[in-house]
């Protein structure tokens, strides 16, 4: 018996596998549209990208690129969400599962900062914002709500984590925060401008940096440690 199953006309799937592409195609553009924009940023920096770069890097007109980012400040802070602040929910959530020492969870913080953040082109970020803040005021306050605060008060929530349970002396905490992200932010400004250029007498090690900052971080939080001493005065005899 003949089949009465209807046969697919050639066309017809040849267009349905052509809406699909375009499709998946259309899916994508947010995604490479960020990573075109990240690389130019962090190249070229804010003021001197413009948007028909980016455009072109990822292969869209500029006509595209305002359909997914009205202007280049938002395209900017959907670059920093992408690569940073969107990820302190998963941080915050990791922060609140770890069961080790607060000394295991500062050295895992350090170092996987350098892993997830520092090893990309995201690292180049804080250059940026600390070398254009003062020309863009209102990238630079998005910047300190979603990126500054956030980090911040998931490093006081590790410190206080120390404190509460004695790993930690009592401290000022919000200081205490600075000099935990003193030295990262310096590793990522290294790696965006001398570490580039001075030849290999001027690299870093990161893994031996952050250990050798996360030794001094842990000895001057350590309880063991005293406040202050001042120097014992001594009469000439």
Same mark, same amino acid.
């Given at each position: ?173 919000? $200081?205490?925060? $600075? ?59």
């Amino acid at each position: 018996m003949p089949s009465t199953a209807p046969h697919s006309h050639p066309q017809a799937v040849a267009l349905t596998d052509g809406q699909a592409r375009r499709s998946r195609r259309k899916s994508a553009r947010p995604g490479e549209l960020l990573a075109a924009a990240l690389d130019l940023f962090v190249e070229k920096g804010f003021a001197a990208t413009r948007v028909e770069e980016v455009a072109a890097r990822a292969g869209v007109s500029k006509g595209t690129l305002f359909l997914y980012f009205p202007s280049k400040e938002d395209l900017f802070k959907a670059v920093v969400r992408e690569n940073i602040s969107g990820r302190f929910v998963e941080w915050n959530e990791e922060f609140d599962r770890f069961e080790g020492s607060t000394h295991d969870m500062l050295r895992y913080c350090l170092f996987n900062w350098w892993e997830r953040l520092g090893t990309t082109k995201a690292s180049g970020i804080p250059k940026l914002m600390m070398s254009e803040a003062q020309n863009f005021p209102e990238l630079a306050s998005f910047y300190q709500h979603e990126v500054i605060q956030p980090g911040n008060t998931l490093i006081q929530r590790i410190l206080k984590r120390g404190v509460a349970r004695g790993e930690f002396r009592p401290m000022d905490f919000t $200081y205490g925060a $600075y000099l935990v992200l003193a030295p990262m932010l310096f590793l990522a400004l290294w790696k965006h401008s001398l570490g580039t250029c001075c030849g290999d007498h001027a690299q870093l090690d990161p893994q031996k940096y952050l250990a050798a900052q996360l030794d001094m971080l842990l000895h001057g939080f350590g309880v063991q440690t005293p406040l202050m001493t001042t120097p014992t005065e001594h009469t000439p005899t």
